[in-house]
């Protein structure tokens, strides 16, 4: 009998006996190549737009998000699922895209970032020349 299993099955049951949550349950990300521009949509309800830092360096994007804590002095808390405090999350990127060229957006707590692929990194037509072309000559035999 083959069992088929999840490779973060194991991270995920860890982590929440933990009360943390992973694959990018604090950060949720949405990715996506369209037309030669990769497009990356991070979710981040809660957090204003100055309190998001987006950096690139040595081909890892990263965003650093800081979710100030609400002011509930004296509040009798029944559920609090809700992360606070600086979190980050890094995405490797490959050498086919132009990191020179990064632009973002920041509308109802997306982060939307794009990054073009490099031109000399698309794929191209390649033409084929002709080259001389010649029938094969069969002597008649007699």
Do not use: C
Not at 16 to 32: C, E
Not at 79 to 97: D, F, H, M, P
Not at 108 to 126: D, S
């Amino acid at each position: 009998m083959f069992r088929f299993s999840d490779p973060f099955e194991e991270m995920d049951r860890v982590m929440n006996q933990v009360g943390g949550r992973w694959r990018g349950g604090l950060m949720p990300i949405d990715a996506f190549e369209k037309e030669g521009v990769y497009t990356l949509k991070f979710d981040l309800p809660g957090v204003e737009p100055d309190h998001v830092d987006l950096t690139v360096d040595s081909g890892v994007l990263r965003v650093t998000v800081d979710r100030k804590m609400e002011d509930t002095e004296g509040a009798n808390w029944l559920l609090r699922e809700r992360a606070t405090g600086t979190t980050s999350r890094e995405i490797r990127l490959g050498n086919r895209l132009d990191s020179t060229a990064v632009e973002a957006s920041y509308d109802q707590g997306v982060l939307t970032v794009t990054l073009p692929i490099k031109e000399e990194a698309k794929p191209r037509r390649v033409s084929i020349g002709g080259g001389d072309q010649k029938a094969i000559d069969v002597e008649a035999s007699s």
